[in-house]
């Protein structure tokens, strides 16, 4: 394996392709790394030490969408349906959710869709769910709270009744699981996580007659149905905000971007080496993030020739 092109060459480059091109640093690295000069270890070297000098390059740019690449496509969601299981009988009412991106939260309704109640009972949800499906499957990662439990695979039923092509199963990231696998609260159903998180959240519960009524597809009620929908998926998305750095789950924010300057799935370059990561025979350099205080290690052992030896 050849030795890849030194640092300062690099730099260089980077540099005069920066101000001449207008290139992006990370456009201008992603050039570079396709000759395929960041292979053999003296290149990894490099190009650690090139990250390195990126960092301080970009710490002293406030521009840091400078090194955006790519838009994450993180969705939020969460459905309502008339039953707990999709089929034979259940069907899809409406779905609630937000772009992580975008300030604004929507909702598709039945009823949105043209020639909704000329379809059967029962299979009167073609259209949305179909709607559905491709919202999900543009996205790159999903939340939702118990939404690998309960809405996908609801989602997934509907289409096979339908005889719809399934919907993408994107990285999935349960709120519900998070709480349940790595935290310890008394409940972990939505509502309760936000009262003890101090997130906002459903003012009540949705009433008998509501929900009779939404099985019914009668308006007055999909109408309240919604806002409900709309608030478990605001609800969602700010218990995420506050277990992301928890989240063991949590993307890197270099695979969503196509970047490759992020230390931190949050999409920090700002992490702080701070003591070691230990397997039973291996040791990595652990890292904190200043931003937004998640633990990482490094994804190359450190342990030295030497004590390799030893422990064999
Ligand atoms: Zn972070």
Same mark, same amino acid.
């Given at each position: 394996?050849?030795?890849?092109?030194?640092?300062?060459?690099?730099?260089?480059? @980077?540099?005069? +392709?920066?101000?001449?091109?207008?290139?992006?640093?990370?456009?201008?690295?992603?050039?570079?790394? *396709?000759?395929?000069?960041?292979?053999?270890?003296?290149?990894?070297?490099?190009? +650690?030490?090139?990250?390195?000098?990126?960092?301080?390059?970009?710490? *002293? *740019?406030?521009?840091?969408?400078?090194?955006?690449?790519?838009?994450?496509?993180?969705?939020?969601?969460? @459905?309502?349906?008339?039953?707990?299981?999709?089929?034979?009988?259940?069907?899809?009412?409406?779905?609630? #959710?937000?772009?992580?991106?975008?300030?604004? #939260?929507?909702?598709?309704?039945?009823? $949105? #869709?043209?020639?909704?109640?000329?379809?059967?009972?029962?299979?009167?949800?073609?259209?949305?769910?179909?709607? =559905? /499906?491709?919202?999900?499957? /543009?996205?790159?990662?999903?939340?939702?709270?118990?939404?690998?439990?309960? $809405?996908?695979?609801?989602?997934?039923?509907?289409?096979?009744?339908?005889?719809?092509?399934?919907?993408?199963?994107?990285?999935?990231?349960?709120?519900?699981?998070?709480?349940?696998?790595?935290?310890?609260?008394?409940?972990?159903?939505?509502?309760?996580?936000?009262?003890?998180?101090?997130?906002?959240?459903?003012?009540?519960?949705?009433?008998?007659?509501?929900?009779? =009524?939404?099985?019914?597809?009668?308006?007055?009620?999909?109408?309240?149905? /919604?806002?409900?929908?709309?608030?478990?998926?605001?609800?969602? #998305?700010?218990?995420?905000?506050?277990?992301?750095?928890?989240?063991?789950?949590?993307?890197?924010?270099?695979?969503?971007?196509?970047?490759?300057?992020?230390?931190?799935?949050?999409?920090?370059?700002?992490?702080?080496?701070?003591?070691?990561?230990?397997?039973?025979?291996?040791?990595?350099?652990?890292?904190?993030?200043?931003?937004?205080?998640?633990?990482?290690?490094?994804?190359?052992?450190?342990? $030295?020739? =030497?004590?390799?030896?030893?422990?064999?």
């Amino acid at each position: 394996m050849g030795r890849g092109p030194t640092w300062e060459a690099w730099e260089e480059e @980077i540099t005069w +392709r920066y101000h001449q091109e207008g290139r992006t640093i990370a456009e201008t690295i992603q050039a570079l790394k *396709s000759r395929g000069s960041d292979r053999g270890e003296n290149s990894v070297r490099h190009k +650690r030490e090139g990250l390195r000098q990126v960092h301080s390059h970009i710490s *002293s *740019s406030p521009d840091v969408s400078l090194i955006k690449l790519r838009k994450p496509r993180i969705l939020y969601f969460d @459905i309502e349906t008339t039953d707990f299981k999709g089929g034979p009988f259940g069907e899809l009412l409406m779905m609630g #959710y937000r772009w992580e991106d975008e300030d604004d #939260y929507k909702i598709i309704h039945i009823y $949105d #869709y043209k020639g909704w109640n000329k379809e059967r009972l029962n299979l009167r949800d073609k259209q949305i769910v179909k709607a =559905a /499906s491709e919202i999900i499957s /543009s996205a790159d990662v999903l939340v939702g709270h118990y939404s690998p439990r309960f $809405d996908l695979p609801f989602i997934q039923t509907r289409l096979a009744v339908h005889r719809l092509p399934p919907v993408a199963e994107p990285k999935h990231i349960d709120t519900w699981r998070i709480c349940a696998k790595q935290l310890a609260f008394s409940s972990n159903r939505l509502g309760k996580v936000a009262e003890y998180l101090g997130v906002p959240q459903q003012k009540g519960e949705v009433s008998l007659a509501t929900w009779r =009524a939404s099985k019914a597809h009668e308006l007055w009620a999909l109408e309240e149905l /919604s806002e409900y929908c709309i608030q478990d998926v605001k609800t969602t #998305y700010e218990v995420m905000q506050v277990l992301k750095p928890i989240a063991r789950e949590w993307p890197s924010m270099n695979l969503l971007t196509g970047g490759m300057v992020y230390e931190c799935p949050c999409g920090s370059y700002r992490v702080a080496k701070n003591g070691f990561y230990l397997t039973k025979v291996n040791k990595y350099d652990r890292y904190k993030c200043k931003d937004c205080g998640r633990w990482t290690r490094g994804r190359q052992s450190v342990v $030295d020739k =030497a004590t390799e030896r030893m422990m064999k």
